[in-house]
Structure formats: structure tokens, C-alpha cells
């Protein structure tokens, strides 16, 4: 079983709709939680960072971990075709001083005008 | 203020030989971490470096290895290239170690290998 696990869709919806993007895991030693979003042919960028369970909403976005059962979401109100991209949750692990972020595959998400 | 530039962007290799990618991160960044991402896989850690030290290491075989110079660039190289080390290698810089773990890591556009 892979330590993070993401649906790799690929997801389309309709201009406006509310998305729900999902990763589980299986490493209780995570604390932090991040969401990142990668444009085609270009590197992942941060969106979402939270440590702690519950919500943390940012503009149309917001992110929600349960550590009860390792399962984080993120939703995107309002979707624009601008938020077409693969988005990737990514939890970071302690090691010799350094981080390391284990990813999930990454959901590409197509918002169709 | 420039991002992480990552050189050549694109390249395409024989099995057997050998590549090197470079890697400039933010000025004023000291840390430098490596990612391979492929289809298959997805991103997967390859090394950190600190201060010209290695300070963590991914699981992948000893072909692949990396160094940091004074000026905090980094180089990655992979010998003996196999058809399964196509892929996209992304560089990160942060300003030091474990800011990956806050999330203030900063990833370049990658170089996309591919090889024959």
C-alpha cells in the first residue's frame, strides 16, 4: 500500500461547479498537509498548507483534513477554466535534518467553459 | 525576483549514456531538493542538499547523484540510463532544510528526459 493514495481521474467539470478533491493516507506520522497545483509543462506551486484537522479556506479554496480517519480534501467553489491543472497533495517527512514530501499521483481536473 | 531555472529544459539520451541537469535555485535559497516525476510513479524524492552536503536521500539506485557547488546551484547526474529514467526531474530550492515540511519550497518548470 502506497503511503499516499490520490484518484488520478482525470476529472471534468462544468464552469462553476464545486470540486472535491481527495488523498488518503496511511502514515500517521504526518502532521502537515499541503495541496499543490501543477500547470501543464510547468513545476507544482504551492496552494494549501495546513497542520492541524478541520478547515482552512483561502479565496474559493479551502482544505480539509480528518486525521481521525488520514483523509484530506480539497474543494474548489466556483470553478474557473483557469483552475484546469493537475493538483497534488503532498505531506512532508522528517529525515537527517531535512523534509522530504511524499506525494500523491495528482488529480488532473479539466473546467470546461 | 527570479524562480528556480532549471537547464536544458528538454533532452533526449540513448540508453548506456550518461546526463547531467542543472539546476539554479532562488537567490538567497541555500537548499536544493530533487524530484523525478513520472506517469507511473508520480513525484518522487531524489536528494537534498544544504550547504554543498547531502542532507537526505530518496530511494534510487546509486546512478543517480547530485551535488551542491559554493553558490548553492546543484547538478544532478544519472549514468548508465535505462528506458524507465524517462521522466520530468524537478528541482525545489528553499531558503533552508526543512522548509519543505512548511511548505516553503519552490519548484522550478523541470527538465523533461527522455531516453531511447
Known amino acids: 500500500q502506497k503511503e499516499v493514495e490520490q484518484d488520478p481521474g482525470p476529472l471534468s467539470v462544468p464552469e462553476g461547479a464545486i470540486v472535491s478533491l481527495n488523498c488518503t493516507y496511511s502514515?500517521?506520522?504526518?502532521?502537515?498537509f499541503m495541496w499543490y497545483r501543477q500547470y501543464s509543462r510547468k513545476g507544482p506551486e504551492l496552494l494549501m498548507y495546513?497542520?492541524?484537522?478541520g478547515n482552512k479556506e483561502d479565496g474559493r479554496f479551502t482544505a480539509q483534513v480528518d486525521k481521525s480517519s488520514k483523509y484530506i480534501s480539497l474543494f474548489i467553489r466556483d470553478s474557473q477554466p483557469s483552475d484546469s491543472a493537475t493538483y497534488l497533495c503532498?505531506?512532508?517527512?522528517?529525515?537527517?535534518?531535512?523534509?522530504?514530501?511524499?506525494f500523491g499521483k495528482g488529480t488532473k481536473l479539466s473546467v470546461i467553459p | 525576483k527570479a524562480g528556480v531555472t532549471q537547464t536544458p529544459r528538454y533532452l533526449i539520451k540513448t540508453r548506456g549514456q550518461q546526463v547531467t541537469l542543472s539546476c539554479s535555485p532562488i537567490?538567497?535559497?541555500?537548499?536544493v531538493s530533487w524530484y523525478q516525476q513520472t506517469p507511473g510513479q508520480g513525484l518522487q524524492f531524489l536528494f537534498e542538499y544544504f550547504s554543498e552536503t547531502q542532507r537526505n536521500k530518496g530511494n534510487f539506485p546509486g546512478r543517480f547523484s547530485g551535488r551542491q557547488f559554493s553558490n548553492s546551484r546543484s547538478e544532478m547526474n544519472v549514468s548508465t540510463l535505462e528506458l524507465g529514467d524517462s521522466a520530468l526531474y524537478l528541482c525545489?530550492?528553499?531558503?533552508?532544510?526543512?522548509?519543505?515540511?512548511?511548505?516553503?519550497?519552490?519548484f522550478g518548470e523541470g527538465s523533461r528526459l527522455t531516453v531511447l
Open positions: 525545489a530550492s528553499s531558503k533552508k532544510p526543512g522548509q519543505g515540511g512548511t511548505g516553503e519550497l519552490f
Open positions: 495546513t497542520y492541524s484537522s
Open positions: 537567490s538567497g535559497h541555500r537548499s
Open positions: 502514515n500517521s506520522a504526518f502532521q502537515y
Open positions: 503532498a505531506m512532508p517527512r522528517s529525515g537527517a535534518g531535512s523534509y522530504q514530501l511524499t
